[in-house]
């Protein structure tokens, strides 16, 4: 499934939950990751992530789509992260 995860995390915790999310997701803009990851892989880590987080401060959303093929993305300014370049 192609996923898009946008979270809103406390400044002492900000720095744990970005290294999680670029284990999994692709860096797009600050606080916001995508890319492709199966069932399971998102149930981990959607638990990591609520091990990082405040229930009461904190926040993070997944937006869930089949493929990427499925969703139209439109970016106006420059992009944060160039998928296309490999090293």
Known sequence: MYIIAVYDI?????GKMLKLMRQYLNWIQNSVFEGEITEIQLK????????IMD?????LIFFKSRTEQWLEKQVVGKEK???DVFL
């Open 10 to 14: 406390g400044e002492k915790r900000v």
């Open 55 to 59: 229930y009461k401060t904190d926040s």
């Open 44 to 51: 981990v880590l959607e638990a990591k992530a609520k091990a």
């Open 81 to 83: 992260s160039n998928l």
